[in-house]
Structures are given as C-alpha cells and as structure tokens.
C-alpha cells in the first residue's frame, strides 16, 4: 500500500485532484464561515455596526417580520444548497479524477511488477 | 399536571418497538465492527436520519422552543450556531474521516502519531464530553418525565438508564443506529404536525405569525432583535465558536460515520442530516412563535408573573397541549422521552467505545486484542457507564445544569476538533503537540468554565467571575491550535521526523479512499 501512495503522490493528476478539492472546500467552508460570524457576531455586536441595524427594518411596510430573520432562515437553505453543490462535485469530477489516479498507479505497479 | 395515560401507552409501545429491535440487532452484533460501526452496513439516507436523531437532543427541542418564547430572536441565532457545523464537517471533515478511521476518531487521528498518547488523550476528550453532556440529558430527562408521566425523579432515572443500558450493550451500533432512526422520523414528525397547526393559527401567512407573536409578547417589538444574548458580545461569539466546531468534534458524531461503507455514502449522510436538521431548527422556530402566541397569559400554562409551569423548557409541551388536546400532549411527550434515550444511547456507545477501543484494545492489547474479548470490555463498559450516569443524574437533580451541554460543545471544539483536524490537514503536527495542545485545550475550556459566570457565580455562589465570559470555547480553542502548533514546530525528536513524513501517505489515503477499512463484515 505504501508503494502505491508514493506512486500516487508522483503523479502530477493526483495534485491536480488535491488543488481542485482544496479550492472547492475551502471556498465553501470560508463561505459558511464568513456568513455564520458576520450573522452571529455582527448581531452580537449590534447596535454599534451600522449594518446590523438593517437586519432590524420590516420587510414590507406595515410588517413586523424583519430582515434579520428571514436572512436567518434563508441561511438554512443556502447551507443545503451549497452542500448539494458540494456533493455534486465530489460525486462528478472529482470522483472521476480520484478512480482515473488510482487506476493509473494500479497499471504503473503493475508494469513494475 | 396529571400523568397523561396516553404518554405512557405511547412511550411504552416506543419501548416495546425498540426493545424488539435490540433483540434482533443483537443476533446480528457477533464481531467488534458490528458493535462499533453496525458492520459499515448502514446507507446515507439511514445514516443521515440516525446522525439527526443522534443530534437532535431533547435540550434543543424543548429549550430552544423556551428561548424563543422568552426572547424570540436569540432561539434563532442559536439554531443557525448548532446547523452551521453541518456544512463545515461536509466541505472539511466527513469524507477523509471516513476514508481514516475505523471505529472512533482516534483511529484516524493516531494513523501516523504514536498511538499511546493520542488515543489516551482522544478517550479523555471522549469521555469527557460524554460525561457532561449525558449528565445534562439525564437531569433533563429526569426532571421532563417527572412533570409528564408522574414518575419519580430517580426512577426516572434509572428507567432510561436502564433502557439505554438495552439497547447499546446487546444490540451495540445497530440497535442505537435504529433507535435514533425512529427517534429523528418521531420527533420530525411531530415537530412538522405542531408547526403546521401553529400556521393554521395565522393562516398560513408566516408574517402574520410574527406580527401576532409581537403584538402578544411582553416585550413586543423586541423580540425581533438580538436580547439577552447581546449583553455579552465576546460570549455570544465565543459561543457560536463552541456550536460550530464543537459540532464537528463531538465524539458521538464522528462515530456515525464509520457506520457507512464508504466516502460516496458519508457525503450522503451529511447531506441528509444537514437537510433534517435544517428543517428542523426552521420548525422549532415557528413552534417558538406558537407558544408566545397561544401560552402568553394563559392562566393554564403561565402563572402570575408570566412564567411557564415546569421551566421555560415547557414551551413546546405545554403548546402541545393548547394545539391538540391530551392525545397530541400524550404524544410529544413520550416524542421527548425517545429523544432523550436516542441521544443517550449515542453518547454512552461513544464513551464505550473509547474505553474498549482506544484504551484497552489500542493501548493494553497493543492493538491485538482477541475481538471476542474487546467485545466483552465494550459491553462492560457500556454497562458500568450507564450506571455511572444513573449515579450522577440522581447526585446532580437539585444543580443547574443546562450549562453542561455547552462545556460539552466547548471541550468538543477545543480537543477532539483541533487535533483531528490538524492531523487531516497539517504536515507538521506531531505526537508531542497533538498530546500537550489537546491537553492544554482540555484544561482551559474546563477552568475557564469553572472560572466563569455560570459555575463560578451561578453554581458556587461566589459574588463575581474570575473569568468574565460564560462561553470558553474562543479562548480555550485557540490555546488548543496555539498549543499543538508550538509543541509540534519546536519538537526536533526522530520520532517527529518520522511522523511528518508519514503524512504524505495518510495525505493520500485521504484523498483517495485507498486502504480505507471498507466494510469489514461484508
């Protein structure tokens, strides 16, 4: 098994693979992250960021509902979205890569065989 | 309140159910990956419902619904802290962990370390966490059952804790991974009945709902802004911190997803949890609504001086009540009694697990146990913890507890986050800095906490905190990753040496699934 991760590692497709994977988690996570502290912590230090006060106005005219939690609640279904979004990528590209590095150290350990 | 004989016939069928299920999942429990990880049989979807049932705990049913009927718009900064984890073991964890480990999340983690260390200081962290957190789901389930089935405190205890004793010791992971199935459908399920019949009250119209909840709330239009939770801004982020990484380092968690036969089906399982713990949180928000707008000045609910018969956890059962009657309140109730025993199932296998696995398997049989023997020792573990957790249910009935369930979260994401997460992600992590950061990380959140507000004012009654914040997790997390980070840079052993340049392998096993243990059994 050793011998194949060091074959795997060689390969310039598994890097490739490694910096896709990277980007699209990290873009994501950093996404969830920013939104999640903006929403907790500009809340928290609400009122003195000027932003926050928005999440306090109605909706519509004459409305109790605020801004604030319907951004609440929309976060739920942006989550959900980007989750699929990220499951569809692994599931599709990425896996198609992963299977393609394995297969190519199985045959490059098999012709060293 | 009466005892609901209705609660009663319910919770005992559920029991029956249950029980049944345990007998079968107990003929199928015959080697360690059965107990540990139900044979790495379980799929997505069934993984995705247990981790909710696993997650779901009566604490958020029952006191999220109180907080926001108390103070409306905190109840739903809450929420979005305890869903926000989701997305990040999605995008960061789940896939390598499952490609990692085995059974606990030591295995993945002590891959390239020295396991002797790390696993000792991974099963603290483990049985740490469940301690507290079961000790807070016992109080609570103590005291719930208590108010609704008439049952006396102790004996309360005992029955879950002997139920929970069931369903782990023999039936081990498939038993739990049922209960918390049927756990997460039951309480999805009521939880969407009740919050469509607090709809029906504003006409389907959600603004209405809002604008009634106003105009009938004390505080009015103040429970549309942030309340009590913004008195301390430092806690409230240091707060959200131990929610949402917290989440990705709870033991009992992670240990869902070895229950899956690989990647493809571990992604799956987070994205049917994150979609039914969403939901969810979405729906207790409106049960919220519906218990300022129905219980507000009911004499029946509510005494003199505004406050809920039973505690503020009794919102959403008293609501059940006002909405549907005797059968529906019969019914919530035994739904609140199954949630209580499906989480403390989980957490009761996780400490288990940890002491059979981590410990005696992993440390005194050097990794060669005789699986028949390691079986035995997790059975008696799972025995002897729930009856330590009997003990102290019963010892910790006249404590405020309610702050436990958040040292559990800030002790998750100050020990068992960064060091599983650095091992993932860090080259440079080594032996030395998982073990004295971890540790470092342990202590503090637990000082900090026993120096703050809420045990150190609240609990032991002293006039002022040492330590002003009533949330640990920001600096007792950050003294973790400071710690392991410079206890691992400045480690120049030949053992270090040797651990850095074996991540290049675990780096690849992670990425690509090659080498991970599959399904053991099948």
């Avoid at chain 2, 406050?307 to 959403?316: Q, Y």
Wanted: charged share 10%.
């Amino acid at each position: 098994m050793q011998h194949l991760y060091k074959l795997i590692h060689a390969n310039p497709r598994f890097h490739e693979l490694e910096r896709k994977r990277s980007r699209l988690s990290w873009t994501l996570a950093v996404i969830v992250l920013a939104n999640a502290f903006w929403y907790i912590g500009a809340t928290a230090f609400y009122p003195e960021a000027g932003f926050a006060r928005f999440w306090g106005e109605p909706v519509g005219e004459g409305q109790a509902l605020t801004w604030g939690i319907v951004i609440g609640l929309i976060q739920t279904v942006l989550f959900i979205g980007m989750v699929v979004y990220y499951i569809s990528r692994a599931n599709g590209d990425l896996d198609a890569l992963k299977d393609a590095v394995i297969a190519d150290a199985l045959r490059a350990a098999g012709e060293q065989k | 309140m009466k005892p609901n004989l209705l609660a009663i016939a319910m919770f005992l069928l559920f029991a029956l159910v249950t029980l049944g299920i345990t007998w079968w999942a107990a003929r199928r429990t015959r080697n360690a990956s059965d107990f540990y990880a139900a044979g790495g049989g379980i799929t997505g979807l069934q993984n995705g419902l247990a981790i909710a049932g696993d997650y779901m705990s009566a604490a958020s049913f029952l006191g999220i619904a109180g907080l926001v009927f108390s103070t409306g718009f905190d109840g739903l900064i809450y929420s979005i802290g305890f869903l926000v984890g989701w997305p990040l073991i999605m995008f960061l964890l789940a896939e390598r962990l499952r490609n990692l480990g085995r059974y606990t999340f030591a295995d993945a983690v002590s891959i390239r370390l020295q396991a002797g260390p790390v696993r000792t200081l991974s099963a603290c962290g483990t049985l740490v966490v469940v301690a507290f957190y079961l000790i807070a789901q016992m109080v609570g389930a103590g005291k719930l059952i208590e108010v609704l089935f008439g049952l006396d405190y102790s004996v309360a205890v005992v029955v879950v804790g002997a139920l929970m004793i069931v369903y782990v010791s023999l039936g081990g992971m498939i038993a739990t991974t049922w209960v918390q199935l049927i756990k997460a459908v039951l309480l999805l399920g009521g939880a969407s009945v009740m919050a469509l019949l607090v709809l029906r009250l504003s006409g389907f119209d959600f603004g209405e709902l809002v604008q009634r909840a106003v105009e009938t709330h004390p505080k009015g239009l103040a429970i549309l802004r942030p309340g009590p939770l913004v008195a301390d801004p430092v806690s409230a982020v240091s707060l959200g911190m131990a929610l949402m990484f917290g989440t990705a380092g709870l033991p009992h968690i992670l240990m869902r997803f070895f229950t899956v036969p690989n990647a493809i089906e571990a992604r799956r399982s987070v994205l049917y949890a994150t979609i039914f713990i969403g939901y969810f949180y979405a729906l207790i928000f409106i049960i919220g609504l519906g218990a300022i707008l129905t219980l507000t000045g009911n004499p029946g609910y509510v005494d003199a001086a505004g406050a809920l018969r039973g505690g503020t956890n009794m919102a959403a059962i008293h609501l059940a009540h006002v909405l549907g009657g005797d059968v529906f309140l019969g019914f919530i109730s035994a739904v609140a009694f199954a949630t209580i025993l499906a989480v403390v199932s989980g957490l009761t296998l996780s400490g288990a697990s940890a002491i059979s696995h981590d410990l005696y398997a992993s440390l005194f049989r050097a990794g060669r146990p005789n699986p028949q023997a390691e079986l035995r020792v997790s059975r008696l573990a799972t025995v002897a913890l729930g009856v330590i957790a009997m003990l102290l249910g019963i010892a910790f009935e006249q404590q405020n507890v309610a702050y436990m369930v958040g040292l559990a979260f800030a002790i998750a994401a100050s020990v068992n986050f960064p060091i599983l997460f650095l091992s993932m992600y860090w080259r440079g992590l080594t032996t030395r800095g998982a073990t004295l950061g971890g540790a470092l990380g342990l202590l503090s959140a637990i000082t900090l906490m026993v120096l703050g507000p809420t045990v150190w004012v609240d609990v032991l009654g002293h006039t002022s905190a040492v330590f002003p914040y009533k949330h640990p997790a920001l600096f007792s997390m950050s003294l973790a990753f400071l710690g392991i980070w410079g206890f691992s840079v400045t480690d120049r052993s030949a053992a270090a040496e040797r651990e850095r340049a074996a991540f290049r392998a675990v780096f690849v096993r992670a990425q690509t699934g090659l080498g991970a243990d599959g399904a053991a059994s099948h």
